[in-house]
């Protein structure tokens, strides 16, 4: 067990959880299949890398969330990918521990934070939204 983390791309809010609820498995392909809800876009993963997401759980309060921030999905906006840059170049992330997060990984995950910053940049622009998510 441990934290994993995802960055996707979707035309909606909840298509990731409808893709993956309403999926059967194909024993002659050995794939995953889903004919009526379109497989969101990932962008980024992430493997036990805490102060970003402590930073996305502080997000998800600022924007309402409650509770435990574990499997919840989190649209990031331009805005906030902007401030997310920009706490990333800074060394903003805030300090973040769970039981299964691990540790510090921020310079570890910098220019693959960085890139996901560009990726969703340019999914944005495209007209696309932009999702977190998170399980652990």
């Known amino acids: ?6 960055a996707y791309v979707a035309a909606r809010a909840g298509q990731h959880k409808e893709y993956w609820d309403s999926a059967d498995f194909d024993k ?3 794939e995953i299949v889903n004919k ?11 493997r036990k890398h805490p102060n970003l997401h402590g930073w996305m ?8 969330g409650t509770g435990e921030f574990n499997g919840d999905e989190l649209e990031l906006t331009r805005e ?3 401030r997310l840059e920009e706490d ?4 903003r992330l805030p300090a973040t521990s769970g039981f299964f997060f691990g540790d510090d990984a921020d310079s570890y995950y910098y220019e693959e934070d960085l890139k996901f910053v560009r990726e969703a940049r340019a999914q944005l622009f495209l ?6 998510n998170s399980s652990w």
Not at 36 to 46: N, R
Not at 127 to 132: A, E, I, K, N, T
Request: glycine fraction near 8%; aromatic fraction near 12%; charge should be negative.
């Open 80 to 82: 906030d990918i902007d």
């Open 36 to 46: 009526t809800v379109t497989k969101p876009v990932e962008i980024a993963y992430w």
């Open 28 to 30: 002659e392909s050995e």
């Open 88 to 91: 990333i170049v800074e060394h």
């Open 57 to 64: 759980a502080n997000l998800h309060t600022e924007k309402g």
């Open 1 to 6: 067990m441990g934290l994993d983390m995802y």
């Open 127 to 132: 007209g696309l939204r932009v999702f977190y």
